[in-house]
């Protein structure tokens, strides 16, 4: 499975965003799919992701801000994020699970990653 984020660049505060991911190869095996971001000097963080079926996991200091749904085809994951501040400012990673549980097993496929920056 490979997977390709886009759709980062400057935005200013305030402003709102969508990053796209794009999975490609054995998609049918992945039952998550999902962000996760790392803003500069800082740990990984979980954002949301996506299970079969449809349920979404929000980190919940972010959920009223940002939004992830499939696209078609439906291997394609968007995430809509509005009101950004700097602190917004990371690189924005699409991640992807065989396993339902990711919270146990973890992700399996990462993508490269897309920089969002929130700057004026």
Request: glycine share 12%; proline share 3%.
């Amino acid at each position: 499975v490979q997977l390709q984020a886009s759709g980062g660049g400057l935005v200013r505060p305030g402003g709102s965003r969508v990053i796209s991911c794009e999975a490609s190869g054995a998609t049918s095996s992945l039952n998550a799919m999902g962000w996760y971001r790392q803003a500069p000097g800082k740990e990984r963080e979980f954002v949301a992701v996506m299970i079969s079926g449809g349920h979404i996991d929000y980190n919940d200091d972010l959920k009223d801000r940002f939004t992830i749904a499939r696209g078609l085809p439906k291997n394609n994951l968007y995430m809509r994020m509005n009101n950004l501040s700097p602190e917004d400012t990371a690189v924005y990673y699409c991640a992807a699970a065989q396993n339902i549980d990711y919270i146990r097993h973890g992700m399996d496929f990462w993508g490269k990653g897309t920089l969002v920056t929130v700057s004026s």
